[in-house]
């Protein structure tokens, strides 16, 4: 399987705890995202990397989250003093920008579950 | 980035055509229409994007006016396996380095 992987599939974890969650893109893309969705609700974007360089964080990205793609190939997304808000499907992607089709493609996503 | 509405929800049955319409009004000249679906417990996966008129592949249709001010995206011969939720997306290729998702569109297929 070539595709977008993420590991764990799911993780639940007590409120206070830090959790970090990997990301494997396709290997031929620069470009990796993470994204966050909730119950309902469309994917809300996190941040993205061009290679190892993180070129955006949105707004949402608290001081208690960081993520780090070190060698331009996996990225991890690390949660510190993880809330009950926290919970929800953490999505990762990744695309390789070719002429006038941008499409990324994306993992199947990590569930976090705060107690 | 355009803001987008598609409605809610959408019911059909298998081997009928889904027609699932997006409005965006504020669409501007660079922007592209792309389209995602999601399934249950999965991460969202591209189904086809245009700037005007038609495009076709092998899983959809997307129509698109003259004005560009709303897009149609068509699934032919709909089956169980549809059942999905459908994202319209507007933005030019800086705008789609950061995907802006709405509450898409939950269809389902019934037997």
Redesign the interface.
Known sequence: DTG?SQDPRHKITKRGQNVTFRCDPISEHN?L?W?RQTL??????LT?FQNEAQ??K?RLLSDRFSAERPKGSFSTLEIQRTEQGDSA?Y???SSL?VG??????????T?LTVT | LAKTTQPISMDSYEGQEVNITCSHNNIATNDYITWYQQFPSQGPRFIIQGYKTKVTNEVASLFIPADRKSSTLSLPRVSLSDTAVYYCLVGDMSGFQKLVFGTGTRLLVSP
């Open positions: 977008v470009r995202y994204y309902g609700q469309g994917p809300e974007f993205y070129l955006e949105s499907m999505l990762c992607a920008v006038s089709t941008y499409e990324q493609y994306f993992g199947p996503g569930r």
